[in-house]
């Protein structure tokens, strides 16, 4: 009987952790969306802030220096 009671219980243990293992699994997957999501806007916006500054500075003339 002892013996009986103790497999139940390991059961259920492996039951719970086999749970507890799928929900961090899927907990997991939606995290690398959400990562993979803001990968993609933050390269987006570094693009378009690079685009901007560029866009923002002035053309600088070539010109002799006056001492020359």
């Known amino acids: 009987m002892i ?3 103790r497999l139940t ?16 699994s899927t907990v997991l997957a ?10 993609k806007k933050l390269k ?3 693009k378009r802030f690079l685009e901007l500054e560029e866009q923002s500075q002035p053309d ?3 010109t002799r220096p006056p001492h020359w």
């Open 44 to 46: 987006a916006l570094t």
């Open 9 to 24: 219980e390991v059961e259920i243990k492996l039951a719970e952790q086999e749970r507890l293992v799928e929900e961090l």
């Open 3 to 5: 013996e009986e009671d």
């Open 30 to 39: 939606e995290q690398w969306k959400t990562i993979d999501l803001m990968d």
């Open 60 to 62: 600088i003339p070539v």
